[in-house]
């Protein structure tokens, strides 16, 4: 009988990828295709790296035409850690490494998924293949770049699952990624594998976001007219050292995975661009909106999505608002302590007494910037969250007006 062979495919919430050649399916049938599918994330821009930087956007595909799925982009690599086991996975330790152990996948159009393949060769035989009587069990993390230093060596991957070793948010916002890593598969086959004619399913890789995303969106309470020049992040904490910390056995236990956080703080001088303009600003709408749909980078403009270190909010952790009341006037600054920030009650303008004191990890931030010259109105910073992943943060309530 021939071997099977391993293509790496991802393509959605437990979604296959369409396969190129689907003529000869006894011989598809043979070689029973391995793939692994990516139920968080998604693809929010062209088929470039440029297109995705920040936090991984919607990249809509449709295998059948039925509708809409959410999918790991097509332009993005990954890194697979994958071991072989007669047997069920005892420890992984106890396991052998497979020759592709460590490497960084990339998507391969001639099979419609991301596949390992061996250098120098061709055709189908260019990727590896299941060893008779073994079972797999791996794990991933992504991006494959972390655009780090060019000595920097700090991931691994072992019993205790992901580590990695002094971790840097990029200073540029426009270079900041979703960092994320998967949980550990135990035991898989090629018997897990379903196919039909037309389309193949995959085995899981079920991906967690490492970092705290934060992004911003802006309304106006008043009477005038606002316009917004910029948006800087500051005082906060830009490195670290995460650790799985996985108990290894023949289930998959991490006990409290998380970031040990240096002290060092990212600088007024240097601090994370999510907007500024060289124009006279961006007008402030009735309704809040966000910031990325309202407007677009060139021109003048800059606007990111941060994906920044989870961590505790010191006193020194801010974002600064610059502003003006009305087009063309003297620029004003409003300089909030991230550690203030009050929570409202959901769906309600009620108050609470508590405050939002930390980034967690896998958590989405929406800041929501309203202005009003009324002590009444309430000008408020959203802390809110989205799906595919990320976290609900509760909203939290600042008078802009008042927080010079």
Known sequence: MKKSLFLMAMAGVALAGCVNDVADVTQKEQKALVSFSSPLTYNNGAGTRAGYHGEVGKHQYSVDGTGTVYSYPREEDFVIYAVKHEGDLVTWEEATETAFNGATLKYDSDVDGWAPTIAEKTGNDKYYTWDSGYKMSYAACSPADLEQADDWNGRSYGATGLQITNFQVPGNAAKHFDLMYSVRQLNKTKADMIHTANKFSGLPIVFKHMLSSIRFSIANQSSQEIYLKSVRVYGVKYKGTFTENVIDGATYIANNPGWDVDEAKIEEANAYVAFSTTGDGLKFPLQARYLSD?????????????????????????????????????????????????????????????????????????????????????DMIYFSPSSDGWVDAGVAVINLANAH
């Open 294 to 378: 309202m407007i677009a980078a060139g021109d003048g403009n800059t606007v990111h999505q941060l994906l920044l270190m989870p961590q505790e909010l010191m006193n020194d952790a801010v974002v600064e608002i610059g502003y003006t009341i009305g087009a063309g006037t003297s620029l004003q600054k409003a300089t909030v302590k991230l550690n203030t920030a009050v929570l409202k009650q959901d769906n309600s303008e009620e108050l609470t007494n508590t405050t939002i004191t930390e980034w967690l990890i896998g958590t989405r931030y929406t800041y929501r910037l309203y202005y009003s010259n009324e002590a009444a109105v309430k």
